[in-house]
């Protein structure tokens, strides 16, 4: 051995005495085991079952009529475009691509909107909905003056409450679902909004609500924004879905324009995991409206704090392909025929697996099932029905009766609709 490789060696400390003595992290044993995900647990389960008929409907993610994932055509076309650019790796800076987060923002408040084109927008692009939720939490919870209670609707996106919880925010529920009417319970909603203290923050879902599919209707949406600003109340706008919802990405921006034209304070958190299928490109934009160009410097100042401690600078692909669709008015436009195909194929499902479950006899009335829209189905379906669905007949959803439509497809309605009537009818 020669003295160079001598002198390295007196300093490695063999493995086993590594792990066994030195590391002493008697704590470390004590770390409790957290509770698996609700829905990867069900995955898994589905994944272990050999049956051929098995069918998945938890994943919230867009299937073709095949059951394949789908990546959209104008996303193929907007990343051969871009590898034509032949473009560096260089970091993206603490607030993103800004271009990308000036037409996210436009997208979701419509072109020419007064925010933007008067400095009254601070824009972040986030790591996808995920992120930007988090991004308005850390902030909220660092910034806003008075109550740090967060109010989600009841139920919710499972992830809201770890995620606001995380940031420092206390949270709380305000009714949204009517379990015997399976409907949206909206005077309950106001109720609960009405005795909320004043200058909270309120989390809404912009579009398809996750996971009861029913959303406020326009005169909702308004008597709400009213609420909020009788109470100063700060609402979260979470956009996961514009597009998606209904397969009109303006109409699915109705809420947030609303709130917006009655000068509601707010930050609207997007995503393009869904309505662009970039699920693992994590992109996304978190907006806070300001009062003018002086306070959006400064919250964009902090939000570049905030991210700097986090991740540092977000990745780029996923900023360029959106950035290249949206600035691109034929490509755009070709984008959001695409968008509604995926809606259109998700409406047709609720629409076939409602015929089916009635065709296989069923005397119950399923037609919650074509009201909802989205992604998501609260089914109705109980805990004890679910579990037969799992046990009996390989069909896969949340113990909650909420289902993926995505999952349903040409092949495997009938059986799935056979099936809910075979467990809701004994
Ligand atoms: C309501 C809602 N918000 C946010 C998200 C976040 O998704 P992502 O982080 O992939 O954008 C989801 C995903 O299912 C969702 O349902």
């Known amino acids: 051995m020669n003295k160079k490789k001598l002198a390295i060696t007196k300093f490695l400390i063999p493995f086993e005495s590594v792990t066994s003595c030195n590391r002493n992290l008697g704590w470390f044993t004590k770390v409790p085991k957290a509770p698996p995900d609700n829905i990867f647990g069900v995955l898994d389960a589905y994944n272990k079952d050999k049956s051929k008929e098995k069918v998945n409907l938890t994943v919230g993610a867009y299937r073709d009529d095949n059951g394949k994932p789908y990546v959209l055509q104008t996303v193929r076309e907007a990343e051969k475009r871009i590898r034509c650019k032949n473009m560096n790796k260089e970091y993206l800076g603490l607030l993103g691509n800004l271009n990308f987060n000036k037409l996210t923002f436009n997208f979701a408040l419509g072109e020419d ?8 927008a601070a824009l972040c692009q986030s790591l996808s909905g995920t992120g930007a939720v988090f991004i308005a939490a850390v902030f909220l919870s660092t910034f806003f003056p008075k109550n740090k209670v967060a109010y989600v609707s009841k139920p919710t996106w499972g992830n809201h409450i770890s995620l606001l919880e995380r940031a420092g925010l206390c949270v709380k529920t305000y009714r949204y679902y009517n379990t015997e009417k399976v409907a949206i319970d909206f005077e309950g909603m106001l109720d609960d909004i009405n005795k909320m203290p004043d200058e909270c923050i309120i989390l809404f879902h912009a ?4 996971p009861t599919g029913f959303d406020p209707n326009c005169e909702q949406w308004q008597q709400l924004a009213d609420l909020c600003k009788k109470k100063s109340l700060y609402v979260i706008f979470d956009n ?7 397969g009109d990405a303006e109409r699915d921006a109705t809420s947030i324009r609303i709130f917006a034209e009655n000068d509601i304070n707010m930050a609207i958190c997007q995503s393009f995991s869904k309505n662009m299928g970039l699920y693992g490109e994590r992109i996304g934009c978190c907006a806070f409206i300001t009062d003018g160009p002086a306070e959006t410097e400064i919250a964009e100042s ?3 704090f905030i991210t700097r401690s986090m991740y ?9 392909i959106v950035e290249e669709i949206l600035s691109n008015v034929d490509l755009k436009n070709r984008w959001l025929q695409e968008v509604k195909k995926m809606a259109e194929r998700m409406r047709s499902m609720r629409a076939s697996l409602r015929d089916g ?3 296989a006899g069923s005397k119950l009335n399923w037609d919650h099932i074509t009201n909802q829209i989205g992604m998501f189905s609260f089914t109705g379906v109980k805990k004890e029905a679910v579990a037969k669905l799992k046990k009996d ?3 896969y959803l949340l113990n909650s009766g909420r289902i993926s439509v995505s999952g349903l497809n040409s092949k495997n309605v009938e059986y799935v609709g056979a099936a ?6 004994v």
Do not use: E
């Open 113 to 120: 909107n007064k925010f933007l084109k008067n400095g009254r």
């Open 207 to 210: 579009a398809a609500h996750n």
């Open 240 to 246: 996961a879905y514009q597009g998606f919802a209904t």
């Open 302 to 304: 902090q939000l570049k």
């Open 312 to 320: 540092s600078n977000p990745p780029i692909h996923g900023a360029r």
């Open 357 to 359: 479950i009635v065709r």
């Open 393 to 395: 007949f390989h069909v």
């Open 420 to 425: 809910f009537h075979k467990v809701t009818s």
